[in-house]
Each structure stands twice: as C-alpha cells, then as structure tokens.
C-alpha cells in the first residue's frame, strides 16, 4: 500500500453532521447513515494531535471484510463500502470526491445505538489484566489464582462497559448492563451474539496464526432486531497478537494500537490535556502494523 493523504475532519456541504466522534463523522440520511472513517486516532480515550495517514481507510476496509463475513451469523449496519454506489444513494448534488472519500466511506443502517461496548476477552490482557490482578475477577467473572499477563482464559468471557459520551469506559457486570439496555433477556442476547462473532473470528484468524486476545462490539436496534454498528474487528476495536511468538506471563507482539499505548505509557503522560503528538517513527510503526493487520486478516 502506498501513502495515503491524510484526512482529520470532513465537512459535506448538503449533508447534516450528526456526531463527530473520536474517529468518525457521522453524517445523518434519515434511516441511513453516511460514515466516514478520518485518519484519527485516540487512546486513553484522547483523541491524538498527528494522524496515521490512511488509517480510516484500513479500519474501513477490516470492517467492511469482517461484516460481510459475518452477516450470516449476526445481522450488522453495512449497506455499501463502494464509494460509486453510495454516490448513487446520496441527494442529488452531494458530491464526494473519491480522492478524499474512496475505501473510507460507509452506507450504513441507522440504528438505535444500545449505550455499552459489548467486550468479549479470551486472554487476560489491557483492564481485564489490571482489574485481576486487583480482585482475582473481570467483571463479575471469578478467574482461577495465578493466572500470567496474557493467559488464555479457561473459556472467553463476556465482559460488558458503559459507553461515556465523555471520559472513560468502565468496566460493569452483566446485572448492571440489564439495567442499562432495559432487561436481562437484552443483556442475554447481546452476550450471546457478542460471543458467537468473537468465537468465529479467533477460529478464523487462528488459521492465519493470529491470536484474538479481546474484541469489543457495538448494537444497535433497526426496527426491533439488534444488529452490529460502527466497526468490527479492527485494530483499534480489538487485540490481536502474534500467535508464533506468543508466550504467557510475557507481553505478545501485537497489530494493533498497543502499539500507541505503550510509546504513551512509555513518555508516562498523565492522559490529561495537552495530549502529547507522536514522533514520526510511532506514526509510521502504528501504521505498519495496521497494514499488517488488513493484509494478514484479509489475506
Ligand atoms: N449504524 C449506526 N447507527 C447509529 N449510530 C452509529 C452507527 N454506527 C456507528 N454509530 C455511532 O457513530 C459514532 C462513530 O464514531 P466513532 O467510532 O469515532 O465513535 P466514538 O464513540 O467517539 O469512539 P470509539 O467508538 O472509538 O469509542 C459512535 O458514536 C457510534 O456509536
Ligand atoms: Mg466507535
């Protein structure tokens, strides 16, 4: 892949900005969306001053692979990654210019956004290791004693946080996220869905020697049934290691924005305003390693 020009922020004159995230502009089409995937980054829930040019476009084109893989097991948001197609779909005289929106724009379902991340770990890794470490739990989940840094779980976990507007995720069991998503049988078939894609994604990278340590995903309601949203199984959403050089009790190689977190725990920033920019050899290192990760997942 060669380089790509950088893109931070969109502005779609005719089209209504419905929500700039920490990634992503979301643009509103009535029962549709418009997403467009920008070459930010966060980590420790800030968003980072320098872009990784062509980002957006690899967290595009991972989630688009793994929807379409996955439609038939769990029904999800995409409606098109084609960018000539979604032209076609957008009001006459909205015009996206490819060379800014081609391989990074979606079509989507709109859906009713259910307000938690839908983590599943299979390892012990990132604040699942942290908060074992401190109460031999994740969750909720009592673990067994002596488990290592980035043990195998004895069967992967479901291990749900809050999703806040502002600030950090944390962490909560599954009696709290009933009481966020409206019952016990939501917050069933949310673990339940949540587990089927995780497993079905470790068994297929497990064939091409990667390890899923942990996943998280997002739902949404289109009409009464839930569907998958916002991305999947990317390098940002999830972790994902080098299963030849993997070693528990050890910290594993990995493709994703680890990466980023280690430079940042590294320079020890206190994860308070200002946000610190990265050197260009972390730029360049993180993405590399998202090549990687496109290249070896759809591979
Ligand atoms: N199909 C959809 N329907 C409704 N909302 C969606 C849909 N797909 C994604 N979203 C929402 O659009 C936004 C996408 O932006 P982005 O991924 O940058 O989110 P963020 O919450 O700021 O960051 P992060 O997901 O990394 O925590 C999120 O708020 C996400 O929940
Ligand atoms: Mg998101």
Redesign the pocket.
């Known amino acids: 892949m060669g380089m790509t020009a950088e893109l931070t922020k969109t502005d779609i004159p005719g089209l209504t900005l419905l929500?700039r995230?920490?990634?992503?502009d979301?643009y509103d089409l009535g029962d549709k969306?418009l997403?467009v995937s920008t070459d930010r980054l966060?980590a420790f829930d800030h968003i980072l001053p320098n872009p990784i040019p062509g980002k957006g476009k690899i967290l595009t084109q991972v989630s688009a692979w793994w929807f379409k893989k996955t439609a038939h097991l769990v029904p999800n948001?995409l409606i098109s990654a084609d960018l000539p197609a979604i032209q076609k779909s957008l009001p006459s005289g909205v015009k996206l210019n490819p060379e800014a929106f081609d391989g990074r724009t979606m079509l989507?379902?709109?859906?009713k956004?259910i307000d938690a991340e839908c983590v599943v770990r299979g390892y012990l890794a990132g604040s699942g290791w942290k908060e074992y470490q401190a109460s031999a739990t994740i969750c909720g989940h009592r673990l067994p004693p002596n488990l290592l840094e980035s043990s195998p779980l004895p069967a992967p976990i479901f291990t749900p946080a809050t999703k806040a507007d502002e600030g950090h995720d944390e962490n909560i069991t599954i009696k709290q996220l009933s009481h966020v998503v409206g019952g016990d049988s939501v917050a069933a078939e949310l673990q339940q869905l949540s587990a089927k894609l995780y497993t079905f994604a470790a068994e297929l990278l497990k064939e091409k020697q990667l390890i899923l340590a942990d996943t998280k995903f997002?739902f949404?309601y289109r009409d009464k049934q839930l569907i998958v949203?916002?991305?999947m199984l990317t390098p940002?959403s999830s972790r994902v290691w080098d299963a030849k050089s993997y070693k528990p009790g050890t910290t594993p190689a990995s493709f994703d924005k680890q990466f980023v977190r280690d430079y940042l725990e590294r320079i020890k920033w206190n994860k308070q305003p200002p946000v610190p920019s990265l050197p260009p050899e972390v730029v360049e290192g993180t993405l590399r390693r998202y090549q990687e990760f496109l290249r070896t997942v759809t591979s």
């Open positions: 929500r995230g920490k990634v992503r979301v969306l997403i966060s948001h989507c379902w709109k859906a956004r997002e949404g949203i916002d991305e940002d």
